[in-house]
C-alpha cells in the first residue's frame, strides 16, 4: 500500500484522532492526537491489510524554532515485512506536560526505544514496564536533546570545557 | 538458613554477578548484571551506555558535511554503512543525485566492509565458545579487506570514506587486479574455514538448539539483519528497498534453515553470516565488472541549506522538513533520520543500530539459559558495544 492508502485507512478507521497528513510526501507521514496513539498503533499493526509488524524506531523532536508551537514531537517509524510498505507516525505533545501512550505491549522492541526517548528528550510513556535512563547515568540532570536544555560547567563531578580544566590545573584549586 | 564456620548464611542459592563491563565476551564495554542459581541464568538485566559520545547532540553543532566523520565512530566494525545511511539522508532530504560510478564505489566498499565485519563476527563467536584458531584466521583475512580500504581511502577503519553527492576519492589504478585476486584466494578460504570450524563436533554442540529465537519473536523484538534472517524471515532491504544499485546486482537472501538444530538457533545465525559473506564475494565482483566511467561526486551546493525539494512536485520543505533512509548494514536494518531548521546544520539528528535492540532480547531470551550458553547467544547476536550507545 503506499501512502495514501495508508493514510486513507487509518483516517477511515479513526476519523477524529488523525491531525494532519503528509499522505503524497516522500516519506509518508500522520500525525496523530496523542490520546489515540495506542490505539491507532495497535491497529496499525493488528488491521490485515495494514500489517504493520516492525516498529523500526522511536525518536524525539524537539520543535522549537521549526513548528509555531515549541512542543515535543514523538516520531514512531513503522514497517511492514508482510506488504513491505512504512510510514511515519508522529504525535505532538506541550514540552511540560509531555506524556505518551506506550506501545511496548504492540512492539517488544519499543521497550528500550521509549528509554532512548525519555532519556534524551523527557518524553513520558505511560504504561511503560521500566522506565528509566538508559544511556545517561541515573543521577543525571535534564534531557540533553531538548533545545534549552544548558550544559553545566561541571557534571558528574568532572568539568565540561576544557577551560575550566586548564583554569584549575593553574590555579591549583578544584 | 545454616551455620557455616560460625557465620549465618541465608538461604538464598541465588547470586548476583556482573558479566561486564570489561569483560572479554562483551565486545566492548557492556555490561549485563545477572541472577544467578548456580550455572542457570535467572535474569538477565543489559545496562548500556558506558560509551554514549552524544553523537545525536554533537551533531546539532555541526555541518551537514562535517559531521561525516563521526559517522564512523558510530560502528566501528562497519563504518562504511554509517557513512553511506548518512549520506543518503542528507541527500534525500536535499535533494541531491549521486552519479553511477560513486553509487558503485559505495557499493564496492560495503560489501567488503560487510565481509570484514562478518569476519570479525565469526571469530569472535569462535572464540567466545573456546576456539581461537579460525579467530586468527578470520582476522589475517580481515587484514587484506583492512589493506585494500586503505588503498581505497587511506584509513583502515574510520573510513570517512562517503561524501554527501558521492565519494571522496576514485579507484586506484591497480586495485580492481588486487582485489580479484584476493577473492580467488578468499573463496577456497572460506571453505577452508567452513571444515575448520563449522561442522566441528564440539562447536555443533555447543550452537545447535542454543538461543533459539522463533520468527516471531524476531520481529517483535526488533531484531534486523542476519540475526533476523537466522530466524527464518525472509528480508533483506537490499533486495526489498532497493537503494544505490543494487535492484541492478543479483544476490540470494540467506534465511536460517535449521540445518543442524532449530531454526534461529546460534548455528543459524553463525551460518547465516559465512553464506552472507559469500554472496558479498559475488557483490564485489558484479559491482567490479559493472562499474561504469565518470564522476564521483555528485553536484553539491557548498552550504547545503534547505530549500528543500520535498514530495512530488519539488514542493519545499522548509524548516521543520525531515527524510528518513534505511539500508541493509552488517547488523542489519539502520535508520537515520534527519530533520532540517533550514539552516546549515542538522536539526536533529537520529541512528537507529541493530545493536540496540539485538542486546534488548537479551533480557527476554537469557532467563533459564545456562551462563556458557549465554555468552554464545551473546556472542552470535554480533552486538557492536558504541553502535548501541551512540
Not at chain 1, 500500500?1 to 510526501?25: E, H, L, Q, S, W
Not at chain 1, 491497529?43 to 523500526?56: G, M, N
Not at chain 2, 547470586?15 to 572479554?24: A, D, F, I, K, Y
Not at chain 2, 537466522?230 to 540445518?259: E, H, I, M, T
Request: aromatic share 8%; proline share 5%; charged share 25%.
Amino acid at each position: 500500500m503506499d501512502g495514501n492508502g495508508i493514510v486513507a485507512a487509518v483516517r477511515a478507521r479513526f476519523p477524529d484522532a488523525v491531525v494532519a497528513d503528509g499522505a503524497a510526501a516522500k516519506d509518508p507521514w500522520i500525525q496523530v492526537a496523542p490520546v489515540a496513539v495506542a490505539d491507532v498503533m495497535r491497529h496499525l499493526r493488528d488491521a490485515p491489510d495494514l500489517a504493520f509488524d516492525h516498529l523500526v524506531c522511536v525518536t524525539g523532536v524537539d520543535l522549537t524554532g521549526i513548528a509555531e508551537k515549541p512542543d515535543l514531537r514523538c516520531v514512531w517509524h513503522v514497517a511492514s515485512y508482510a506488504h513491505g510498505h512504512q510510514i511515519t507516525v508522529r504525535a505532538d505533545v506541550p514540552r511540560d506536560a509531555a506524556v505518551l501512550g506506550s506501545v511496548t505491549g504492540i512492539w517488544p522492541s519499543a521497550a528500550w526505544h521509549e528509554r532512548e526517548t525519555w532519556d534524551l528528550l523527557g518524553i513520558r510513556f505511560e504504561g511503560h514496564p521500566d522506565l528509566r535512563r538508559i544511556l545517561l547515568p541515573e543521577e543525571w540532570v535534564g534531557h540533553p536533546l531538548r533545545k534549552d536544555w544548558k550544559e553545566a560547567p561541571r557534571a558528574l563531578g568532572f568539568p565540561t570545557t576544557r577551560r575550566t580544566l586548564l583554569d584549575e590545573i593553574r590555579g591549583g584549586n578544584g | 538458613m545454616s551455620e557455616e564456620h560460625g557465620q549465618v548464611i541465608e538461604d538464598a542459592g541465588e547470586m548476583v554477578l556482573n558479566m561486564g563491563p570489561h569483560h572479554p565476551s562483551t565486545h566492548g564495554v557492556i555490561r549485563l548484571v545477572l541472577e544467578l542459581d548456580g550455572e542457570v541464568v535467572r535474569t538477565v538485566t543489559p545496562d548500556i551506555g558506558y560509551l554514549h559520545r552524544g553523537i545525536e547532540k554533537i551533531a546539532e553543532g555541526m555541518t551537514w558535511q562535517g559531521f561525516m566523520p563521526y559517522t564512523d565512530r558510530i560502528d566501528y566494525l562497519g563504518a562504511m554503512f554509517m557513512n553511506h545511511a548518512y549520506a543518503m539522508a542528507v541527500e534525500r532530504l536535499h535533494g541531491i543525485e549521486v552519479p553511477p560510478r560513486a553509487e558503485y564505489l559505495r557499493v564496492l566498499a560495503d560489501e567488503l566492509n560487510r565481509i570484514a565485519s562478518h569476519l570479525i563476527c565469526l571469530g569472535s563467536v569462535t572464540m567466545d565458545l573456546g576456539a581461537y584458531t579460525p579467530f586468527l584466521n578470520a582476522v589475517r583475512e580481515r587484514e587484506v579487506i583492512n589493506d585494500i580500504i586503505e588503498t581505497l581511502c587511506g584509513a583502515r577503519l574510520t573510513y570517512n570514506y562517503m561524501r554527501v553527492g558521492g565519494v571522496s576519492f576514485d579507484l586506484p589504478p591497480g586495485l580492481r587486479e588486487r582485489i580479484l585476486t584476493w577473492l580467488d584466494g578468499f573463496e577456497v578460504f572460506l571453505d577452508e574455514f567452513d571444515r575448520l570450524i563449522t561442522y566441528n563436533e564440539i562447536f555443533l554442540h555447543r550452537c545447535k538448539d542454543v538461543g533459539v529465537i522463533t520468527a516471531g519473536e524476531a520481529i517483535g523484538w526488533g531484531l534486523v539483519g542476519p540475526n533476523l534472517r537466522a530466524s527464518g524471515v525472509d528480508s533483506d532491504l537490499r533486495r526489498d528497498l532497493p537503494y544505490s544499485v543494487y535492484k541492478d546486482l543479483s544476490f540470494d537472501v540467506v534465511v536460517g534453515r535449521g540445518s543442524v538444530g532449530t531454526v534461529g538457533d546460534v548455528f543459524d545465525r553463525f551460518w547465516c553470516r559465512i553464506e552472507e559473506i559469500k554472496q558479498s564475494c559475488g557483490l564485489v565482483r558484479q559491482v567490479l565488472a559493472g562499474m561504469p566511467l565518470g564522476p564521483i561526486l555528485g553536484k553539491v551546493p557548498k552550504k547545503l541549506k534547505a530549500e528543500i525539494p520535498l514530495g512530488p512536485g519539488g514542493a519545499k520543505g522548509g524548516p521543520g522538513a525531515d527524510a528518513h533512509v534505511r539500508i541493509e548494514s552488517a547488523r542489519g536494518d539502520t535508520l537515520v533520520y534527519a530533520v532540517s531548521d533550514g539552516s546549515e546544520k542538522p536539526y536533529r539528528l537520529r541512528f537507529r543500530t541493530g545493536s540496540f535492540t539485538a542486546l534488548s532480547i537479551m533480557a527476554h531470551k537469557g532467563a533459564g539459559m545456562m551462563v556458557a550458553d549465554l555468552v554464545a547467544l551473546f556472542a552470535s547476536l554480533d552486538v557492536i558495544a558504541p553502535e548501541t550507545d551512540r
